[in-house]
């Protein structure tokens, strides 16, 4: 059986100190080959058709986490406690969700991911949780201890899910390190998870393309912390393979 090859959106990376470079963190490249595909980097670029022509060879598209989204893409003034932002991404990566949307490609977005496609579909985002919602658990758990593989808090979803049947389970653990959140969900998306305090955790399609959407970061879980993870990634494999 092929396997199926999908987009990757690459980030800019500008660390202090070192040359510029353009990366993927390789847990979301083994993931994906993991579960069957062959992973394709989409690079940064202002030059549209580049991004487009990758975008062609593709069979899916999968949106990885990162830095904030700029809130003009919402309508929103920035928030005071709004982080980096890098406005080349979000335009490669809302161009790259709403094409996924245009064709009905299968599209996954995983932390900031989830966050770029409500947004491109004409949702909305707490730009902050602590200060916007203060009674919230603390969402960057993991960031805070330094490790991603450590389960950070429950992840509960909706019994009706395509995410509760693919895990076979309406309950469990997953790992935290992100200040923003969904927050007004798009048309055509529905919530189908939350953490202990309400914030939305996942988001899948509510019609025939196939769309999942999650806040935690599960290509750091599936080798060890939380194997069922890995199924995530192999049911969207599945669905990039029937097209």
Same mark, same amino acid.
């Given at each position: 059986?092929?396997r ?7 980030m800019?990376?500008?660390?202090p100190g ?9 847990t979301?490249l ?40 700029d ?7 920035p ?12 335009? /490669?990566?809302? *161009? ?5 949307? =245009?064709?009905r ?7 900031? $991911? +989830? %966050? ?46 395509w995410?509760?049947?693919q895990?076979?389970t ?11 959140a969904?927050k007004d ?6 919530? /189908?998870?939350? *953490? ?5 955790? =996942? ?8 769309v999942? $959407? +999650? %806040? ?28």
């Amino acid at each position: 059986m092929s396997r199926p090859l999908i987009g990757v959106a690459c980030m800019n990376d500008t660390s202090p100190g070192g040359a510029a470079l353009m990366a993927v963190r390789p847990t979301y490249l083994r993931a994906l080959e993991a579960a069957g595909a062959v992973p394709l980097l989409i690079h940064l670029t202002d030059d549209m058709e580049v991004v487009r022509a990758l975008y062609e060879r593709c069979d899916g598209i999968l949106l990885p986490g990162g830095v904030d989204i700029d809130p003009c893409y919402f309508n929103e003034a920035p928030h005071p406690q709004l982080g980096e932002v890098d406005r080349q991404r979000d335009t /490669v990566e809302v *161009a790259l969700a709403r094409w996924t949307k =245009a064709d009905r490609r299968p599209l996954l977005g995983i932390c900031r $991911g +989830v %966050q770029v496609l409500n947004v491109a579909f004409g949702g909305s985002l707490f730009q902050d949780i602590p200060s916007q919602l203060p009674q919230a658990l603390d969402h960057r758990y993991n960031t805070r201890l330094g490790r991603y593989d450590v389960l950070g808090h429950t992840l509960t979803l909706e019994p009706d899910s395509w995410l509760a049947a693919q895990l076979d389970t309406t309950e469990l653990l997953a790992n935290t390190m992100h200040h923003q959140a969904v927050k007004d969900v798009a048309p055509g998306l529905r919530v /189908v998870g939350r *953490a202990p305090d309400g914030v939305i955790e =996942a988001l899948e399609s509510t019609g025939p393309q196939f769309v999942v $959407g +999650v %806040q935690c970061h599960p290509e750091h879980l599936w080798e060890a912390a939380e194997p069922r993870w890995l199924r995530l990634f192999e049911g969207f494999v599945a669905a990039c393979r029937r097209g």
